[in-house]
C-alpha cells in the first residue's frame, strides 16, 4: 500500500484547506483510514479517521465541527477538509492505513503504513 499526501500549503487564521491521499494498492475495502499531524519534537496525534467500507469516521475532539474525513471511491482517495483553522493547526500531516481493520482506528500505533506528509501552515 503506498500512500501520497497532497494539499497542504500556507493559510491565514480562519481559512481553509483540503488535504488529501490518493491510496494504491489497497486489495479490500475492509481499511482505516486515519489523518495524524505532528509538531516538531511532540508526538503525532491522532486527528480523524474513516473505516473505507462503513463509512463511520471518528474525529480528535480538537477538530470537531472544524474538519471533515471523506473518502472516494472512486478515485481511491481520503480526503481532509480543514476549516475555521487556528494556529495550533499548524502541523505536518501524515495519512495512514490499516489493512484488514473491522474498525475506525484512532492509535497511531496500530497504523502499519504512512504518507511522507505535508506540511500546512497557519498564519495570523
Known amino acids: 500500500v503506498q500512500l501520497v499526501e497532497s494539499g497542504g500549503g500556507l493559510v491565514q487564521v480562519g481559512g481553509s484547506l483540503r488535504l488529501s491521499c490518493a491510496v494504491s494498492?489497497?486489495?479490500?475495502?475492509?481499511?482505516?483510514m486515519g489523518w495524524f499531524r505532528q509538531a516538531p519534537g511532540k508526538e503525532r496525534e491522532f486527528v480523524a479517521a474513516?473505516?473505507?467500507?462503513?463509512?463511520?469516521?471518528n474525529y480528535a475532539d480538537s477538530v470537531k465541527g472544524r474538519f471533515t474525513i471523506s473518502r472516494d471511491n472512486t478515485a481511491n482517495t481520503v480526503h481532509l477538509q480543514m476549516n475555521t483553522l487556528k494556529p495550533e493547526d499548524r502541523d505536518t500531516y501524515y495519512c495512514?492505513?490499516?489493512?484488514?481493520?473491522?474498525?475506525?482506528?484512532?492509535?497511531?500505533?496500530?497504523?502499519?503504513?504512512w504518507g511522507q506528509g505535508t506540511q500546512d501552515t497557519v498564519s495570523s
Open positions: 494498492g489497497r486489495t479490500s475495502s475492509a481499511y482505516s
Open positions: 495512514a492505513a490499516k489493512p484488514g481493520a473491522s474498525a475506525v482506528l484512532t492509535n497511531a500505533r496500530l497504523y502499519d503504513f
Open positions: 474513516i473505516h473505507w467500507s462503513r463509512g463511520t469516521t
